[in-house]
């Protein structure tokens, strides 16, 4: 009797193993990733078109391509342009481009795409959130298909960097205007589908240069604000990986081995933004006296569990040229009441908050607003969701405070863009930002740059609260995630499965 039962056994073991082999293989290879996003790119896929950060963590290198590339470790390299040369002054640079690069509608790509599209990132219609970069240029010259050269107005060291970011895409002129929905790009991944409110998905493009090196076949991008159903999904197998996820799912991830947390250095600075022309916080005695009611630290651990590091200006320790200024607004709660007498003010004073929906700005408002109702402030907090605040309080400036995470690194000219949603107007602001400008010794233009920070420290354009940490989840098995964020990209063309 035992005999036949241990030969059955046997055989079943053998025929289980035939029958695993395959399965286990077709896990090895597989081809196909689902990321989780915070947001939803508004209002399309088109980088240049808009200034939310979702838009080219979709898009940019996966679909568009930049003349440069900013790697994970910052490094610059060469992408749709093989090299560059640049003239002792910075004023001159002269691009060779890769030639045999199409762009997904089969028009080549060449040195009149580019120009094309730096001088459409300057045109009257343009709203290019970069584009005083382009407006840097004097002149482009094109002296054959595959040279490209720019002529600046003042020299630039930066100019690599700002060349590989989303705002500098090169894009084909005859599918330039529908790029928002139906994007034409010389990448390796093309707009399979989008299911609006839900998810984008991505599919290799088998024509392009580097396909071969493409693992994932298939890239489902989803849209999930909320804290808990992230953590849900990643759990659950729905989600393979999650880049800039909130804060308080992270936890329950470290020390299981089925999933990968990745800490990150980032370039964002996290504020409280004012409206600076919106009575009575167009007086700076009542700004810095908002400033003076936030306990940062507090906002640190209510916002994003402890992940982040204060900052008192629109700058971050690490960057070129930083300075720390947290002690120019400290936390003082008398200060922030004799502010408010001086400027006036009669408590209570009342203020609306609207919150875009991602967990630092939900959780941090009502810890600022608590601190603030201590000093005579009351707020009144609307959430709102991102197309909102993309259209109501980032379009129409139609806000007294509102917290936003602002990634881009080299953005602190935002203070001198006219008409931006905080409505800081300051000639001296400008007159700084345009020497600074002029200016490429770095050990100069760091001491003008640390000028700039105290300027608007001193000048409470924003409370600045912190820079935060940037933080992944994923499958253990998923390869080639990003260990920094110099800047906010989702490179899939690294990606794989091990």
């Keep these: 009797m035992t005999t036949p039962f241990r030969l059955t056994a046997a055989v079943a073991a053998v025929a289980m193993s035939f029958a695993l082999q395959p399965a286990a293989q077709a896990q090895s290879k597989k081809d196909t990733l689902v990321m989780a996003m915070q947001l939803e790119p508004t209002p399309g896929l088109d980088p240049t078109a808009g200034a939310a950060s979702a838009i080219a963590e979709v898009s940019l290198y996966n679909i568009f391509e930049t003349l440069t590339k900013v790697n994970a470790d910052s490094k610059i390299t060469g992408l749709l342009a093989e090299s560059w040369t640049v003239s002792p002054d910075l004023k001159v640079y002269t691009f060779k481009l890769r030639k045999g690069v199409k762009f997904h509608n089969g028009e080549d790509f060449n040195a009149a795409a580019v120009k094309f599209s730096f001088e459409r990132a300057v045109g009257k219609d343009s709203v290019n959130k970069d584009k005083a970069v382009f407006a840097n240029i004097e002149k482009i010259e094109t002296p054959d298909p595959y040279t490209v050269v720019l002529n600046l107005k003042n020299g630039s060291i930066d100019l690599p960097f700002q060349l590989g970011q989303g705002t500098a895409i090169v894009v084909e002129p005859k599918s330039a205007a529908t790029n928002g929905t139906q994007p034409v790009g010389t990448g390796p991944y093309k707009l399979e589908a989008w299911n609006k409110g839900s998810s984008v998905v991505l599919s290799r493009w088998d024509t392009h240069r580097s396909a071969k090196d493409v693992k994932l076949r298939r ?30 799912v992270v936890p329950q991830f470290k020390g299981n081995a089925k999933f990968q947390v990745i800490e990150s250095g980032t370039r964002a600075k996290t504020i409280l933004a004012l409206n600076n022309k919106r009575k009575p916080l167009d007086n700076v005695l009542v700004r810095r006296a908002v400033y003076a009611a936030i306990d940062r630290k507090a906002v640190i651990d209510g916002a994003a569990e402890g992940y982040g590091v204060p900052i008192g200006s629109f700058y971050v320790p690490g960057a070129p040229g930083y300075v720390d200024t947290t002690g120019l607004n400290p936390y003082d709660q008398a200060k922030a009441r004799a502010l408010l007498h001086q400027a006036g003010i009669t408590p209570p004073l009342e203020l609306t908050m609207k919150l875009p929906p991602v967990a630092y700005a939900r959780q941090g408002g009502e810890v600022i607003a608590a601190q603030l109702a201590k000093v005579g402030i009351n707020v009144k907090i609307e959430n ?5 605040w993309m259209s109501g309080v980032y379009g129409q400036k139609a806000y007294d405070l509102t917290i936003v995470s602002h990634v881009e690194p080299l953005d602190f000219g935002n203070f001198a863009r006219p008409n931006y949603y905080w409505g800081y107007e300051s000639k001296a602001f400008n007159d700084l930002w345009a020497k600074i400008n002029a200016t490429v010794k770095p050990d100069e233009r760091n001491k003008l740059m640390a000028e700039a920070q105290k300027m608007v420290a ?5 409370v600045y609260l912190f820079q935060p940490t940037g933080l992944t989840v994923a499958n253990a098995r998923v390869k080639g995630l990003w260990k920094d964020m110099p800047l906010s990209a989702n490179d899939l063309s690294a990606l794989s499965w091990q």
Aim: glycine letters at 4%; a negative charge.
């Design 219 to 248: 890239v489902t991008f989803r849209f999930i604000s909320d804290p808990a159903a992230q953590g849900a999904a990643l759990l659950a197998g729905d989600v393979d990986a999650f880049p800039r996820i909130a804060t308080r």
């Design 384 to 388: 709102i969701e991102w197309a909102q």
């Design 458 to 462: 001193e000048e409470a354009v924003a």
